[in-house]
């Protein structure tokens, strides 16, 4: 399907154009979305590309070009599922001595179950580490609320993602239900504009932003500013270097988030002992391509 959009109208919408008029390329991509339905990665992965080529024009990383609030973050460890609450308390304790300063917990998806790991975490880590909980759009309202008053209780930074964001209504009520500050909008359809339905109807302590699901890194922009406005933060979703750039540059941003995937815990290379990350220095984006496939790669040694 991406195929079919690059050549049949990216193709022909792109060719000839000035790249650095990213404004008005972005523009056209987005209200083409209206007749061709893109997924708005694909919007994203054009918009990133240019932001690659302004910034290698200028001889600037791109977070410069964003405008280079700072030049290092601190990364929280974002988990995967773990098979029991032994072993996330096991991951947690090699996460924080590796240098992490915050943990978030990707869980079961069972309300009463995540309720407990949640709560035994705090008990164990104490109360001076940052926690957070990603609920990945698994609930309902009536669990939400459940595991809601759960985070609450043990003094969770934020609670994220908990149900789909179709229901801008169903996020109102449990905003009014529970007193854990709610994470919303990460995957939501119409990138800012979605989001300033969330922050209109005051269901929004946090944002997310990111260039794959929020329209590249001017979509990604857009909803950090528009935070801002209202003295809310936004936190970029996932990490990798595109978003590196991001949280270089977004004042509102207080993470990056470094995925831990493997127990043992493996840290993340660009995350360093006292647990931050750092800017990249390279012109754009940063990204060295590698146009010779290798030999373990190539179409006879994957046949």
Not at 271 to 283: F, L, S, T, Y
């Amino acid at each position: 399907m991406v195929a079919d959009l690059v050549e049949r109208r990216l193709r022909t919408e792109l060719l000839g154009q000035d790249a650095l008029q990213k404004e008005w390329l972005w523009h056209r991509i987005w209200e083409l979305d209206r007749i061709e339905e893109f997924p708005i990665y694909a919007l994203g992965l054009v918009d990133i590309a240019l932001w690659d080529i302004t910034g290698k024009k200028a001889g600037l990383p791109v977070y410069q070009l964003l405008g280079g609030y700072r030049s290092a973050i601190p990364a929280y460890a974002s988990t995967v599922t773990f098979a029991s609450i032994e072993e996330y308390l096991d991951v947690a304790d090699q996460c924080l001595a590796l240098g992490y300063p915050a943990i978030k917990l990707h869980a079961w998806g069972d309300a009463r179950k995540d309720a407990a790991l949640c709560i035994a975490l705090r008990k164990h880590v104490g109360d001076a580490i940052p926690l957070m909980y990603d609920g990945s759009a698994g609930f309902d309202l009536p669990d939400a609320i459940y595991l809601g008053h759960a985070l609450a209780e043990a003094g969770y930074l934020w609670y994220e993602e908990p149900m789909r964001e179709f229901s801008v209504r169903a996020y109102q009520q449990l905003a009014a239900s529970v007193r854990v500050p709610l994470l919303v909008a990460e995957t939501s359809d119409g990138a800012h504009m979605n989001t300033a339905d969330f922050i209109a109807v005051q269901c929004a302590a946090f944002v997310r932003t990111s260039a794959g699901f929020k329209g590249g890194i001017t979509g990604a922009m857009r909803i950090a500013h528009l935070a801002d406005a209202f003295r809310l933060r936004a936190e970029v979703h996932g990490g990798g270097l595109v978003h590196r750039h991001l949280c270089m540059a977004f004042p509102n941003t207080t993470y990056y988030e470094s995925l831990v995937m493997t127990n043992p815990v493996v840290r993340e290379a660009n995350v360093d002992e006292q647990g931050m990350v750092h800017a990249p220095e390279a012109a754009g984006i940063g990204f060295e391509t590698q146009w010779e496939v290798p030999p373990w790669q190539s179409p006879a040694a994957l046949s």
